[in-house]
């Protein structure tokens, strides 16, 4: 293979580089928070009180989510098992150190420390998260060296985004619609744009999937879904927020999945089942519902807008993602514009709507914890009163419901742009020279990045065998 | 292939019938319960005593074993992966938005509507389970659109038997041997009985499991086993109830295990081995403890029970699932009769024989929590007397033990009546054409239902070349 | 075949007279505890304080660990994917419900009975991955009743060696580095020393892995990476002990993970990555970590024992495992030594360093409670200065920091030699005949204890055509 690339010294310079900035800045700037410093226990805290056990399950079932969810979930080409679960596991680990870095500085600093518990870890899976959407714009297409370079680019511009729209536009956003699918899928269709691939457009021999990458490839998503849940409801407040939160995804994902169904086998032409649209479609409603999840929404509509969701994504599958490749240069891998964009468009849509229809009719007085900046702002009488009957509230911005839906707006247009800018220029440092970028022919291959078992040759014999013919690249452009 | 069917019509129109049907009852009826409508809350709430947080830890560990652990057990044929694992999703999915509504009507149904909370969501997965476990009696026979319809029936007259022996009988029944596993079993044997097919008794040649069929399906015990604690103790009372149910689960599965492994090598003609056994009969010792495992049975019996019905389970699929398939035109695919009829009615008896011999000076005054029919009844003094010992005590019947177990006695066969008629009928409407049923020689084909991989027809080799002696249906008859 | 053996026998005896042991101790001994026990329930305990709150989210994913991560790390053999985890599976079940008895003897045995409840399991379940540890070193090489065998004289000799550390030498270890993977690790030397095949170090035609195994033990490594955090905080204090138990097992695997893909890089000789290295050196970190896991030693010292463990784990592989083999006749099947013998060398002097270096004005007065043998004995006037502070305070041994230490080395020592010198015995004894134990030729080969699939042959089949010069046993040798 003469076009082989190597990772002997691209991939251990860059990790070395990395783990002695990494040690550096650990050793300087981090610490323990109040939670994880053992000199702050006394008399006064209770053990069973520290925020550990309020953190910790959410952290777990997340890390499930983003190691075995999104790792099988990866893993569906039939010659890139290894590539798609292995990488997902390289860069999922690469970003969470180095979110909890850059997170670090923006959100959990002071006294000249960034302070360290499982909450830093939960927030840095959430920037992990978004690196692992945008990888599937790009994946079979990048060796591992250019997704740490796109891992330690994107988390830093993520955790600028993030504070600016958190500390100046100030939005509701409990299911990271805004700030995780979106941010996440313009990122990433900016890396692939500029990766762009003419040959790829008329199809590669290796893009296809094997029975038992699909089979893998669907318990992925059995795992993505069954802990949706816990991600759309790890950051909300604490009771009656969260367990709606954990409701209304649960409903979303549900009547998410039946539409996929129905919708594969509608738009067959011998009405059968696709598994592309089982391993992907069926969870867009737990990205349709993020944006409300906490809100009284009531539950009909967290079930409507599964419904919607996944229509979306579906169509989006099937007509956008061609078009978008052929006509706009945009190659979207694993079709994170549909699954992402799309229905977090419409999450944040719903969103606004769900933010302009509020009243302390439906929600009583802890509407203003929810809508927190509608609350009334430091000093008002308004807010006392309300305290009396909310103890732990903050004082708000006193926004009306229709400023806040302007805002919302706002950091909507914000994270599209600024994302999407972002991925432009991750995209050309990606395209650097000596960052082992895989040719044209032998992307979506393991071959090229592993050491490989003898029965990788059997894995590839029906290749040889029934030619070209049996594949149609649009069917697996999942 | 001339007699292929299609799911083009039929499938859309039932998801999208039912679709519009659920929209209209849950906008209607449905609404948040107390500890998810965020009116209720204010400064006399605590968020962290929210039912959420006692709720959605064992709701979690459910979900797990449902989409994961039956999906992946139930994909233990060569050539029927996809559609054991995904006819799984979609049938979970759908019983569960059904069952919200149906149990909402019969048992969360107040001042007109339907109140929903994550507890609703368990109550409604352990319905889901019934629907699953059925399935097992048909798997690989039946289309996505029978699943269905056994669905849309299964759950209402599940929720109506579950309401009536619930509320009119009272029984015990932590860990659902009853109203879950015998239920289950009836209701799916009359479903099979009704769609006997007289030519698979002969075996049929896609009837086989493969090298990684089968690792896939023992991974799916592995979840079962390690969340069944959970499902057994989802909804007993909190503190030492809910304590004792995982211990004896535990020990359970335990005991069943090694006793599996053994009898499987000690009736094998070579003394190997068998998959099958590994994968189903490992589990039964869950099944059996279910209907005493909160009870003050000692750590001894948990372990005893998991032998027993461990060897039941197993001289059932030895013996009894032929001579059904043969001799009663019953054919139970996955022997679901033996993993939860038999370990059943074991379970019930030994539940019968746990409540004859509970006294007060084993329980304490908890007796008569956990035996809540024989708390005594509104009014007697000695209610007062005990409520000042044990504070949530609730009036009972003032039943003695000989009653509760004479009307578990009569709840045992109200559930196998009203299961086996339900299942009866059932079976009946899902022999309508249009319904897409396979052909006899299209069982256990993924071919008929999905578009599929080039390599499907690789996986599919060693048929062609090796004929049919190879495959003899009673050892593939997991 | 003719050297073939059979479990026809063996097995069912051995697990008939266990069962028959286990029944009669479980009915002599076994009893519930006071927080499983009905009858000290009453107006005075509440509920969600029992311990079951605390300590089953720990034993829940320990469960996973054992039962998913091991058993699917285990099935990395092309042929022997079987074995590895369901002998995994029989092996761990049987060892807990042992260590039940075993370790409730030594330290939960009062008033004539053993007590019993979820913590009990947390403490079986630790000693069962001692028994798993020790099978990865002749994994493949061993009969499922030697496992037996082996399983029920490890558990005593483990109980014994754990309690006469913690109760005479008095050790910090919160994450089980000693006791757990020491022991395990040198327990397992002893037992593949004595069982030694010198035909093996010439490499096995049945010694490789397939694209599909890889895959499944990556998923294993991927279960044991996201639980771990789990395992090495479930036996700390509650509190900010845990929360730093989890956060420094969660930075320690982070980096080591990187690391691990970095060296793998490095020194292939074609710069590709080897799926061995991916699924066992990233896992270093976490056992590096774990003997000062609940101390104050920062997050970039976790992060640096990650990077360490990880190295010396990887360069283990690389040069000591062939050197044991051929020079020392220990063939370490898994390479167990260099994941948990070295690292665990490592982790138990970072230990020592951080019990060194440990200050009050670190910890402030909850240092006597970590480093719990520090604290001031029985009648100290130090003592109730301290407890006002730290209420739950127990009297100490009042050891100094440099006393403390050289406990923490003899314990080490004694550690070692009691499993060294079990490992030994027990390895004796598993040479005894009628065992089962598979000939040279059969071993990594399901077909000898399993009734196998009818493509099992043609997984085999690229063996065939392709000959023995594909396999190099020493990139095998994970």
Redesign the interface.
């Known amino acids: 293979m003469k076009d ?1 690339v ?4 691209s ?2 310079v ?3 580089v ?2 002695v900035i ?2 550096a800045l ?2 300087v700037f ?3 928070d109040d ?9 006064e ?4 009180e ?3 056990y ?1 953190d ?2 959410y952290f ?2 997340v ?2 989510m983003i ?2 969810g999104f ?2 979930l990866l ?1 569906f080409f ?1 010659f890139y ?2 590539g798609g ?2 990488f997902n ?2 860069t999922a ?2 970003a ?2 180095w979110a909890i870095l850059m997170q670090g500085f923006f959100q959990f600093y002071y006294d000249g420390k960034i302070h ?3 909450i830093n ?1 939960v927030n840095a899976e959430f920037a992990c998260a978004v690196v692992l959407i945008s990888f599937g714009a790009v994946l079979g297409k990048t060796s ?1 060296v250019q997704l740490l370079v796109m891992a330690s680019l994107e988390i830093p511009i993520f955790a600028v985004t993030e504070w600016a729209v958190l500390k100046y536009i100030r939005i509701n956003d409990a299911g990271g619609t805004i700030l995780i699918h979106i941010f996440a899928c313009y990122f990433g269709l900016g890396v692939t744009f500029m990766l762009y691939r003419p040959s790829l457009n008329d199809g590669h021999a290796k893009e ?9 490839s ?2 992925g998503t ?2 993505l ?3 949706w ?2 991600f759309n409801s790890a950051l909300t ?8 939160a ?2 209304h995804t ?2 979303g ?3 998410s ?3 996929a ?3 594969s ?2 738009f ?1 032409k ?6 592309a649209d ?1 391993q992907n479609v ?1 969870l867009a409603g737990g990205v349709t519902v993020g944006a409300s999840v906490d809100m ?1 929404i ?3 509509a967290a ?2 807008l599964g ?1 919607m969701g996944c229509t979306a994504c579906f169509f989006g599958y099937k007509y956008l993602t061609p078009f978008m490749a052929y006509r706009m240069r945009i190659q979207d891998q694993c079709g994170i514009h549909n699954l992402h964009g799309l229905t977090g468009i419409i999450s944040a849509t719903a969103g606004i709507c769900a933010i302009l229809l509020a009243t302390e009719e ?6 203003y914890q ?1 809508f927190s900046h509608r609350a009334p702002p430091e000093g008002d009488p308004q807010l006392l009163e309300l305290q ?4 732990g509230l903050k004082p708000g911005l006193g926004r009306t419901a229709r400023e806040q839906a302007l805002y919302q707006v706002a950091a909507v247009f914000t994270t599209i742009g600024a994302s999407t800018v972002g991925g432009l220029l991750t995209g050309l440092v990606m395209k650097f020279p000596s960052l082992a970028s895989p040719s044209d022919k032998n992307c979506f291959n393991d071959e090229l ?11 590839e ?3 040889t065998y ?1 030619g070209k013919g ?2 149609n690249p649009m ?1 697996t452009k999942v």
Chains 1, 2, 3 share one sequence.
């Open positions: 082989s190597s990772l002997k010294v991939l251990p860059f990790v070395l990395f783990e990494i040690i650990y050793a981090v610490t323990y939670d994880t410093n053992a000199k702050l226990q006394n008399n805290t209770s053990p069973m520290n925020s550990l309020r910790y399950p777990a079932d890390q499930v190691f075995i790792g099988c893993a039939r098992g290894f679960m292995v596991f390289l680990t690469f969470i150190q360290l518990g499982v870890l591992p296809i999937t094997s029975y038992h990458s699909d089979i893998l669907v318990m059995l795992f879904w069954v802990f849940p816990s407040f604490k009771g009656d927020d969260q367990h709606r954990i409701l649960f409903i994902l549900s009547s999945t039946i539409t169904f129905a919708l086998a509608l067959n011998r009405g059968k089942l696709t598994m089982i069926t009284m009531s539950p009909v079930y409507a419904v439906t929600y009583g007085p802890s509407m929810i009396k009957v909310i103890p990045f592993f050491e490989l078992p003898s029965d990788f040759s059997s894995v014999a029906p290749l029934e049996q594949m069917d």
